[in-house]
């Protein structure tokens, strides 16, 4: 083989040009996959640390008491709830207004409380352990005579919670949801949690709970407190603290390790008298007799699906924190659509009569230039000219209308100067053989012009849906910010791109932030998906 | 009796041209061309590039008109009438009819393709745009060959196809003379051959004005021919006498392949 010295040269700068290019192409995909994915995974799936002071061991069947049956928490199955704080529970029973679900399963759902019939040692029982010593049931709740009408009461009112004794459980079905109960709380000695040079323990984590009572961690320093050896207590082991024994009383050789107590009382005062003690109770006990007591943190990993049917199909509520976007999402299809409907006539007409009828000159040439200059301004400059213009000197106010007319005004250069590039793409023999056959020139352009221009037409009104899908900054001045379904012309509205933006401004829920972030980017797949089926379509059919 | 007829009509005179001069801007593109036009006849005309016998054919039925800055004096008579001040220019260019260099279906139907110029002009029964359309491709000998896909998109068919298709369309607006401006050129020999063939068989109908570049052709299917040069008629006569005896040297010079 004969290679001059030159060719090897010029090979080898080829090879290093090719490695180059290569490598930028590879980071500008890595990079843009990398946004897309991490959206769509922020938006479909959400992973919280949340810390709560009880742990997150449910209880579905609830002993207050070991002579009575125990109790069984019940709601209607639309409420889209698995697992109750103690606290929560008590605040449902007894806040002086109807609380609403939306707190606790993100649903904008009044809360229906029925309680039995008091009177008897059980129902009575109950009663105590939710309102607790210093609350009474709210006045809102309703009270039933017996387990089968609680259980018909709850499967047909909205938003219900109630409760029923569990022998009842076997006549629940499917018509009731049943709720868990978390109640199970880690109580410390307050030295635990003293500031010792700059170290204070934070929260605990279930796994860190568990490995205390199995005496693998055995000094508050090993999981991040100040150096004071762990004291773990248990409650006694009889009914109702059976519970907490059978998950913290370690299988083998407990004796050491872990200190055992015969009475609750008992339980309490060796905890007060105990530095570096740590006990696990109920939280209501804890919270009645453990004074000078704390209650520790136990961190919860909240993790599953963010933008679920519910989401996409409820409406909105408490500023987005509560419900879903369905009006949201019907509003933006209703800005594209009444976009669409004043920008697609006056921008095609518009380049029409530029490369067809208009002598090209002065003219022309400034309306062009016009045009492209306003292609390139930023959409803020035309969200300041909305609101001076439509909403205050003609004086349509912040609304629907508005919105309309300024995203009109900013895409239209866009669907103008593509469809004159469509027009000017047509080949004159087109219009030649369309002339010759005696054809108007207006029948030139209807039947024969703008057909074959009609795939790079629907690009430029492709790119106008885009830029409305994603025009934010034009529509905070025109707009406004109300999340309901517009009613018509002036009603102020909120569009996904708003949503997002006031979410995220207002921190009102970045799972739902990321959520609404992850439905733009599928409308916009969508909107592209299909377009390039229609040109497609259109090119097939012209036989291209 | 028609033949007898036909025979009869054959030396009337379809289009006459006189004195034409045409400048685009400050260039004078045609130089007082004189020039009649027989019925039922081939007109080939022919010479060099850039000589003017497209801007020329392109007068007849004003398709010039559409390019800023023509400017034409002279007369043209079609049927006796001035095409420029009596006529419509829509009724005109229906009479006459252009088949182009490039086939230029339309991006639609090769039905629609066909019915485009009737459609245009107000035939709106199916019943009869089918019969035209039928009658236009078997008119441009294409029948037979595309009956079966008239529904196809018109661009998918052979360039050979959609020049005959072209022909079609221009068939089904009725007209009376087609004008042909160089219809082969972009062509396959086998296509070409096909296109002669069919010119052969309009002639009977139709009086027909073809601008060639190809001499072989010109002298294959014409009556009677026209040699342009620099926008000057030089020669015009049968197309025997312009190829066996021609009476200008340049005619001569063009003829036998040495200049053009």
Not at chain 1, 200 to 215: H, N, V, Y
Request: glycine share 8%.
């Amino acid at each position: 083989m004969i290679i001059s010295a030159h060719t090897k040269k010029t090979k080898r700068q080829e090879k290093i040009a090719k490695g180059f290019i290569l490598a930028f192409v590879i980071l500008t995909i890595v990079i843009l996959a990398w946004i897309v994915i991490y959206v769509l995974f922020r938006g479909f799936y959400y992973h919280n640390e949340v810390n709560y002071d009880v742990s997150n061991i449910k209880e579905q069947r609830i002993v207050l008491n070991k002579a009575l049956d125990p109790v069984i928490f019940i709601v209607h199955p639309k409420v889209r709830l698995d697992d109750l704080t103690m606290q929560d529970l008590r605040t449902i029973y007894t806040k002086q207004r109807k609380e609403n679900w939306g707190h606790y399963t993100r649903q904008d759902l009044k809360v229906e409380t029925f309680a039995l019939d008091e009177g008897n040692v059980f129902t009575d029982t109950v009663i105590d352990f939710i309102q607790g010593p210093d609350e009474a049931i709210n006045k809102f709740t309703t009270y039933v005579a017996d387990p089968e009408s609680m259980i018909e009461m709850v499967a047909s009112t909205r938003g219900s919670i109630g409760f029923v004794p569990a022998s009842a459980s076997d006549k629940l079905g499917k018509r009731v949801r049943t709720v868990s109960l978390r109640r199970i709380s880690a109580v410390v000695h307050p030295s635990v949690k003293a500031i010792v040079q700059n170290v204070q323990m934070q929260e605990i984590t279930p796994d860190e709970l568990k490995a205390i009572f199995k005496g693998e961690i055995r000094n508050w320093r090993q999981i991040g407190g100040i150096d004071l050896p762990i004291k773990p207590i248990l409650p006694p082991d009889h009914s109702p603290y059976s519970v907490i024994n059978e998950l913290f009383l370690p299988e083998e050789a407990p004796g050491d390790a872990v200190q055992r107590t015969e009475t609750i009382e008992d339980f309490f005062e060796i905890m007060k008298n105990s530095p570096g003690a740590i006990g696990i109770c109920f939280y209501n006990d804890a919270a009645e007799e453990g004074e000078g007591l704390l209650i520790e943190d136990i961190r919860r990993i909240e993790s599953g699906m963010n933008l679920t049917i519910h989401f996409l199909i409820e409406a909105p509520a408490r500023s987005g924190a509560w419900g879903g976007i369905s009006t949201i999402i019907i509003n933006t299809f209703f800005l594209i659509l009444f976009t669409l409907v004043f920008s697609t006539p006056i921008g095609v007409l518009g380049a029409i009569y530029l490369v067809e009828y208009a002598k090209q000159g002065m003219m022309v040439n400034i309306l062009r230039l016009g045009s492209e200059t306003l292609a390139g301004i930023p959409s803020i400059v035309f969200g300041l000219f909305g609101s001076i213009f439509f909403v205050n000197i003609l004086g349509l106010g912040i609304g629907f209308i508005s919105a309309t007319l300024t995203v009109t005004m900013m895409v239209l250069p866009t669907i103008i100067r593509t469809t004159e590039e469509a027009l000017k793409s047509v080949p004159v023999s087109l219009r030649e053989g369309s002339l010759a056959l005696g054809a108007t020139r207006l029948q030139t352009i209807a039947r024969v012009v703008i057909p074959a221009a009609s795939p790079g037409i629907l690009t430029g009104v492709i790119l106008a849906v885009g830029r409305t899908v994603g025009e934010t900054a034009v529509l905070i001045y025109t707009l406004g910010s109300n999340y309901e379904l517009v009613r018509g012309p002036s009603s102020s509205a909120r569009v996904l791109s708003l949503h997002l933006y006031n979410m995220f401004a207002e921190a009102i829920s970045f799972d739902r932030t990321f959520a609404t972030g992850a439905v733009l980017i599928f409308i916009v797949l969508l909107v592209n998906y299909s377009t390039t089926k229609m040109i497609g379509k259109m090119n097939r059919m012209a036989g291209k | 009796m028609e033949q007898n007829n036909m025979g009869q009509k054959s030396a009337a005179l379809k289009i006459k041209v006189e004195n034409l001069d045409l400048y685009y801007g400050d260039f004078q593109a045609l130089k007082a061309v004189d020039m009649d036009i027989e019925e039922n006849k081939v007109t080939a005309l022919i010479g060099p590039s850039g000589c003017g016998k497209s801007t020329f054919i392109r007068t007849l039925n004003r398709m010039n008109d559409l390019i800023d800055g023509v400017k034409i004096s002279g007369n043209i008579t079609y049927d006796g009438t001035d095409i420029y001040g009596g006529y419509d220019v829509i009724e005109l260019r229906k009479k006459i009819g252009m088949v182009f260099q490039k086939p230029n279906p339309f991006p639609m139907s090769v039905y629609d393709n066909v019915a485009y110029g009737p459609k245009t002009h107000g035939i709106k029964s199916k019943a009869r745009l089918d019969e035209i359309v039928e009658e236009s491709l078997r008119g441009a000998a294409l029948w037979d060959e595309i009956k079966d896909r008239l529904h196809k998109p018109a661009l998918g068919i052979s360039g050979g196809q959609q020049q005959r298709l072209c022909i079609a369309r221009v068939l089904a607006v009725e007209p009376d003379v087609v004008l042909m401006d160089e219809p082969t050129s972009a062509l396959d020999p086998i296509s070409t051959s096909r296109i002669e063939d069919l010119i052969d068989e309009l002639k009977k109908d139709y009086t027909i004005v073809i601008v060639t570049h190809n001499m072989q052709q010109a002298g294959r299917i014409s009556d009677s021919t026209s040699f342009f040069f620099e926008g000057a008629v030089i020669e015009t006569g049968s197309t025997e006498d312009i190829f066996f005896n021609p009476k200008n040297k340049q005619t001569e010079d063009y003829i036998s392949g040495r200049f053009g």
